[in-house]
C-alpha cells in the first residue's frame, strides 16, 4: 500500500484551506521524509507549519496509483 501525505495550509484570516501540498510515497516514512525536505526548500511553507496553519490527512492509495511522470 502506499500513501499520500496532505498537508493543507489555513487562511488566518478566515480559517478556510486555501492550498494544499501532497506528498506521495511508498510508505508512510517516504512521505514524510519528502515531507521534511520540503521544509527546507519552501519558506511559505515552513512558516505555515512554525506558526500552526496546517493540518494533515493520510490517504492510502495503491501503489499503482502512485503518479507517473509524463515526459513532454
Known amino acids: 500500500m502506499a500513501w499520500i501525505l ?5 487562511n ?3 480559517e478556510k484551506v486555501f492550498m ?6 511508498e510508505t508512510r516514512e517516504e512521505c514524510r521524509s519528502t ?3 520540503h521544509l527546507g526548500s519552501c ?6 507549519v512554525n506558526e500552526g ?9 495503491s501503489e499503482a496509483d502512485l ?5 513532454v
Open 43 to 48: 519558506t511559505y511553507f515552513t512558516s505555515a
Open 6 to 10: 496532505k498537508s493543507y495550509i489555513v
Open 67 to 71: 503518479p507517473v511522470a509524463e515526459k
Open 20 to 25: 494544499a501540498h501532497e506528498f506521495y510515497g
Open 53 to 61: 496553519r496546517t493540518f494533515e490527512k493520510w490517504i492510502p492509495i
Open 12 to 14: 488566518p484570516v478566515d
Open 35 to 37: 515531507f521534511q525536505e
